[in-house]
Every structure is written in C-alpha cells, then in structure tokens.
C-alpha cells in the first residue's frame, strides 16, 4: 500500500515566508507536512537610489524582472507602467503579479531562470537598448552581463535587500538530530549560503546526508553541488514546480 504524503518525513521552506505562504500552501496542498527554516529576509533598499531611478523611468526601453520580490518596491513607488516601456518577467509567477496591478508583460520565457530571459530578449535587442533592471542587494551578474553583451546599456538598481534571516538553530538541530527531515527546498542560492552559515557546515552535512535537496532551477542547484550536496532541480522553475518535484522525489526515496 502507497504511503500518504503526510506520512512523509516533512519539507523544510528555507524562503523567508509566513506559515500560510506561496511555497508552504503550495507543499500543503499536496499533503505534506512543512518546517519553516527561513535562512533569508527581505529588506527595503538602502538609501534612495530606486525612487530616483524610477522618476525617469520612461527614459528606459524596457524594465526587466528577475523576481516576484522586485516588483513590489517598484509599484510602490510607480503607479502605472510608464509610456513606452516595455516589460520582461523571469517567469510566469512574476508575470502573474505584474499583470494583477495592471502592468503589460511583453516577455515571459519558458523557464523561469536567467539564461532563458537573456535568450528570450535577444530578438529585441538592440546597440544602446537602455534597460532598468531592479534587483536584489545579491543579484548575480548573469542578467546585466547577458544583457551587455547583446548590446543593452544596463542599469541595475537595487530593489530590496537579501539578508540573513534569524533562524531558530537550536530547534533545527533537534531535527537533524533525529533524522527528522525529509526534504530541504531552496528557491535562491542565497538561501543555501545563509543556511549553511547559520547552521554551520557540519550540520548541513548531516541535513543533507539524509534529506534530499531540491532547488527551484540551475542556478540554485549550483550553489548545492559547487558545496558538495547532491540537488534535484525543480521540473519547472516556480514555486508549484518545486512542491511537486519534491512530492515526487519523496515518493521516489519512500
């Protein structure tokens, strides 16, 4: 007889998110039990570098997304999209975002990571195409490099801060303990760094000896192998995507 899901070993959300979040409800939703370990926290911008940016925002020939999290700070402070300028999102959950306030998406690709959105506008591209790309205080460079060298001026601003979250080690480390964990998701590589930092490199080992990791695209999984952890990425590069990968790994391992 097939183990129900929530006879499973329960999935640990190391985005920062509250208890009835996007990736938690998603994880519910298919019968599994959740532990939030957030390892990262979003901030607002430090100074006023994006409300200056964004007060010439028409100046631009596109706004290009990477995240769910950099639109907020941008609608904030822009009620409308501005005439005349177009709009990339990394994928269809940040589409989906954009377009409930309103916003036109010229551009989605089909995978939600950065080397399909640089391939996705390359038939746009042209030398001196001006683009404002509000990103994390952690943003690789994969975006405005790819861009650059399609001949784009690139301005990168930041739109929120990527900091260490206050994590609960102590309760953590019961659950490693005990062998306790299922499945760990990691929706960004900076939640593998800042929960490697946070638990210390012994007890991750000891996590990850046991627990699969799954990531929600390549990029993150890099951050897993290039540490030495073996990854699943993610069949589709979304939050639904990563519940349903893991749902499937766990089944696999059961």
């Keep these: 007889m097939n183990a129900a899901p929530t006879d499973f070993k329960p999935v640990v959300v190391t ?27 979003t901030a607002p ?21 990477a995240s769910r999290n950099a639109v907020a700070p941008v609608l904030e402070r822009l009620a409308t999209p501005p005439a005349g300028v177009r709009i990339a999102a990394v994928g269809k959950s940040t589409a989906h975002v954009l377009r409930q306030r309103g916003w036109p998406v010229d551009v ?12 996705a506008l390359a ?15 952690r943003a690789l460079p994969i975006i405005a490099k790819g861009l650059t060298q399609l001949g784009a001026h690139v301005t990168q601003v930041e739109a929120y801060r990527t900091e260490p979250a206050t994590l609960n080690v102590d309760d953590c480390r019961k659950w490693i303990a005990s062998n306790g964990v299922g499945a760990v998701t990691f929706a960004s590589p900076s939640a593998v760094i800042d929960l490697q930092q946070a638990l210390g490199k012994d007890d991750l080992d000891r996590l990850l000896a046991h627990a699969a990791a799954v990531a929600i695209g390549p990029t993150t999984a890099r951050a897993l192998t290039e540490r030495g952890y073996s990854a699943v990425v993610a069949e589709s590069a979304n939050l639904a995507g990563l519940a349903v990968t893991t749902l499937r790994v766990l089944q696999k391992r059961h």
Excluded: C, H
């Design 15 to 41: 985005r920062a998110e509250a208890p009835n979040g996007p990736l938690a409800t998603e994880l519910r939703t298919l019968g599994l039990n959740v532990l939030l370990w957030p390892a990262i926290a």
């Design 45 to 65: 911008p430090r100074g006023d570098d994006l409300e200056r940016t964004l007060n010439r925002a028409q100046d631009f020939d596109w706004i290009v997304f």
């Design 123 to 137: 038939p746009y591209a042209k030398p001196g195409m001006r683009v404002l790309y509000p990103a994390s205080s």
């Design 108 to 119: 989605v690709p089909d995978q939600a990571e950065a080397g399909s959105l640089i391939a």
